[in-house]
């Protein structure tokens, strides 16, 4: 069973800057690549940010130059830092992974957190 808990999200100020961790626990051989997504009220989720197993990033036009992602590969975590945040960055932030375990290679899903950008 592997389980993705995401962390960070809260309100703050245009402006303002916040991270997000999501970490992935269970029987996990091997992570490729991971990604952001968010789901702003009224609207489909949309990729914010992607990292590939080899460090290859591709970003949402709207957030590039603001956010950086990362990966800590020995602790199967993905980091999203976002700088210069703007009221329409607001939304349910999910982090998605490709995951080897027992059951394959599967993708999964955190539960999402909810980032409140204030104007």
């Known amino acids: 069973q592997v389980q993705l808990v995401e962390s960070g999200g809260g309100l703050v100020q245009a402006g303002g800057s916040l991270r997000l961790s999501c970490a992935a626990s269970?029987?996990?051989?091997?992570?490729?690549?991971m990604g952001w997504y968010r789901q702003a009220p009224g609207k489909q989720r949309e990729l914010v940010a992607y990292?590939?197993?080899?460090?290859?990033?591709v970003y949402a036009d709207s957030v590039k130059g603001r956010f950086t992602i990362s990966r800590d590969n020995a602790k199967n975590t993905v980091f999203l830092q976002m700088n210069s945040l703007k009221s329409e960055d607001t939304g349910v932030y999910s982090c998605?992974?490709?995951?080897?375990?027992?059951?394959?290679?599967?993708?999964?899903w955190g539960q999402g957190t909810q980032v409140t950008v204030s104007s």
């Open positions: 998605n992974m490709r995951v080897r375990s027992v059951d394959g290679w599967k993708d999964y």
């Open positions: 269970g029987s996990i051989f091997s992570v490729s690549a």
């Open positions: 990292i590939s197993s080899g460090d290859n990033t």
